[in-house]
Nanobody, 124 residues
Framework: QVQLIESGGGLVQAGGSLRLSCVSS????????TGWFRQAPGKEREFVSQ???????????SYADSVKGRFAISRDGAKNTVYLQMNSLKPEDTAVYYC??????????????WGQGTQVTVSS
């Protein structure tokens, strides 16, 4: 099993920044993707960003159109941590943010392991 723990959420004013962290432990994979998703009240969960990892190499990243140019995903292998730097936050970014892991090399697929989520609230 893989355990994922998110942190870094909170309340911030529009235009502000937050950095979310996702620490992983347990089972490891040589090739996998780590993704960030979010779910706002009354809405379906949506993809935010993902980063590919192969061995010690961090490769392809991708973003939802709604966050491109504002959010940046990165990974610190030594800390088993993936970050989501969120800048220029908007009220519509308010949601519970989840970290997830998907083994394999395919750019698209179902995420198998999920964290418990961290709340991000952006006030106008």
């Amino acid at each position: 099993q893989v355990q994922l723990i998110e942190s870094g959420g909170g309340l911030v004013q529009a235009g502000g920044s937050l950095r979310l962290s996702c620490v992983s432990s347990g089972r490891t994979f040589n090739n996998y993707y780590t993704g960030w998703f979010r779910q706002a009240p009354g809405k379906e969960r949506e993809f935010v960003s993902q980063i590919q990892t192969s061995g010690t190499w961090n490769g392809l990243t991708s973003y939802a159109d709604s966050v491109k140019g504002r959010f940046a995903i990165s990974r610190d292998g030594a800390k088993n941590t993936v970050y989501l730097q969120m800048n220029s936050l908007k009220p519509e970014d308010t949601a519970v943010y989840y970290c997830a892991v998907r083994p394999g090399t395919a750019r698209q697929g179902v995420y198998d392991y999920w964290g418990q989520g961290t709340q991000v609230t952006v006030s106008s």
